[in-house]
């Protein structure tokens, strides 16, 4: 695992200077449409058991219920990702994007119900839509910021926990491809995310699940609380 890790990170710099610009647009189906993904996101699709995506994670996006993240601008092929490893592989074997106590997430049976363009156009629309910082999730312990702060920028280099910034970037609002912005996002939802990692029930990131590996109850608070408030 250790191995893994270095290598990743290794490979990871190079990507941040190439590969992320290459939107991957290119999965067999023609250009995303923002339109169609509006109206599915705000309406869904009641016949496919669709329900509004809004109703969840609010207008554009923009959530104001800490259980259900926020999406608005992130990245596109992110999202993409995310929406098909909530999807549970036709052999039976579980998603590998799983919630607590392994159980489906809320979201499999909507990502399930989705065809492939379904998910590249809802995508594509929220990528274009801006989180609205103002109103979106702060940080709230000023007693654990520092501590936070340290893990961001420099990670935990005695248990070679790499620094998040280095892939979420400085101001945690992610990078192009499949770096997720963290900034704005509800510290529970970014806590649960990572113990979800160190568990194995999100298992769609193996650099991911050996960084939360490394980490304890309380760098994971610290580090959630101080990564939503930064803008
Ligand atoms: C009933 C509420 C509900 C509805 C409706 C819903 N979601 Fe979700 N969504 C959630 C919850 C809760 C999570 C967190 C899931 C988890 O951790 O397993 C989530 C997670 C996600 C994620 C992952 C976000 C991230 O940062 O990794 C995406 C993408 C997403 N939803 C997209 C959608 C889309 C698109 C729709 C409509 C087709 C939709 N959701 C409908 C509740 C909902
Ligand atoms: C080597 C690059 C890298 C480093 C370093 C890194 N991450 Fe990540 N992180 C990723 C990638 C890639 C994903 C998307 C995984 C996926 O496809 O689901 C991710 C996903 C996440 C998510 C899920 C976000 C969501 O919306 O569900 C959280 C939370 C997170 N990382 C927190 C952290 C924290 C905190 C640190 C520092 C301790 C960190 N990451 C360090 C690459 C990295």
Known sequence: MKRVLSSVVIAGSVLLGSSVASVAIA???????????????????LSRGILSCASCHGEAGNSTI?????????????TVKQLLDFVKPEDGAHAPRRGAGGADSLMTPFATAMTEEDRQNVAYY???????????????????????????????????????AACHGPAGAGIPGQYPRLAGQFPDYIAEQLRLFRSGERANNAMMTDIADRMTDADIAAVADYAAGLR
């Open 126 to 164: 929220l990528s274009q839509q801006a989180l609205n910082y103002d109103t979106a999730p702060a940080a709230s312990n000023e007693d654990t910021a520092e501590r936070g702060q340290q893990i961001w920028r420099g990670g935990l280099p005695d248990r070679r926990v790499p620094a998040c």
């Open 66 to 78: 800490a259980m259900n993240p926020n999406l608005a601008g992130q990245p596109y092929e992110y």
């Open 27 to 45: 999965q067999g189906v023609a250009k995303p449409d923002a339109q169609k993904g509006e109206q599915l996101y705000t309406q869904g699709d």
